[in-house]
């Protein structure tokens, strides 16, 4: 167990819709990081946010977008779904102060329909 | 941009026997990490191993070594006494050191690890 949580586990949609993907840092952690897993992209780095402030930003459709929470938890939120969209969506968190891993979450399924 | 380059897309290897999973790497910048993580079919990432570009000795975790050139931007991952727990997707990834707005880690395709009973 990594102390990183991830809701929901598995998320069923249908095109056009919008959902929320939530993700909550090991304690401590002030940077959180998203990835996308699909098929045919890999592991693609989507958005980075330290300590409540968007520090990066990667492969992330104008249709996604995150924020982080006082508390540091952060979501990510897709809108106007396609079934392209469908992949297994990770958060992961860091330290931030000297710590070069990232610790992953279980992540959250994505599947559009 | 960093890239980072995994040929060997399925690996097969005894039990009990040593396999050596390879990575490559493309960057102009001097200050770095690489990792390797582990995909299990439950779908967690496990980070394995990681290594400073700064230092020549290569990093070791138990079963797990790396043989890591740094003037042929290669990083292999050597595992020891296979188990059938090992067997996963592997992959290969950067990590800037140099800019604090590039510190996602950029990943390889990944390889799948089998380990024959």
């Known amino acids: 167990d990594s102390g990183v949580t991830q809701t929901p586990k598995h998320l069923i949609t249908a095109t056009g819709q919008r959902v929320t993907l939530r993700c909550s840092p090991r304690?401590?952690?002030?940077?959180v990081y998203w990835y996308q897993q699909s098929l045919d992209q890999g592991l693609q780095f989507l958005i980075q946010?330290?300590?409540?402030?968007?520090?990066a930003k990667g492969n992330i459709l104008e249709r996604f977008s995150a924020q982080q929470f006082p508390d540091l938890h952060s979501e990510l939120n897709l809108s106007s779904l396609e079934l392209g969209d469908s992949a297994l969506y990770f958060c992961?968190?860091?330290?931030?102060?000297?710590?070069?891993?990232?610790?992953f979450g279980p992540g959250t399924r994505l599947t559009v329909t | 941009a960093q890239t980072v380059t995994q040929s060997q897309p399925e690996m097969s290897v005894q039990e009990a026997e040593t396999v050596t999973l390879s990575c490559t790497y493309d960057t102009s910048e001097s200050d770095y990490y690489l990792f390797w993580y582990k995909q299990p079919p439950s779908r967690q990432m496990i980070l394995v191993i990681r290594q400073e570009a700064y230092k020549q000795q290569n990093a070791t975790e138990n079963r797990f070594s790396v043989n890591f050139q740094k003037a042929a931007k290669s990083f292999s991952l050597k595992i020891s006494d296979s188990q059938l727990g090992d067997a996963a997707m592997y992959f290969c990834a950067y990590r800037s050191d140099e800019d604090t707005g590039r510190r996602a880690l950029t990943f390889g395709s990944g390889t799948r690890l089998q380990v024959q009973p």
């Open positions: 946010y330290y300590n409540g402030e968007e520090r």
């Open positions: 992961a968190s860091s330290p931030g102060q000297g710590v070069r891993e990232q610790y």
């Open positions: 304690s401590g952690d002030l940077s």
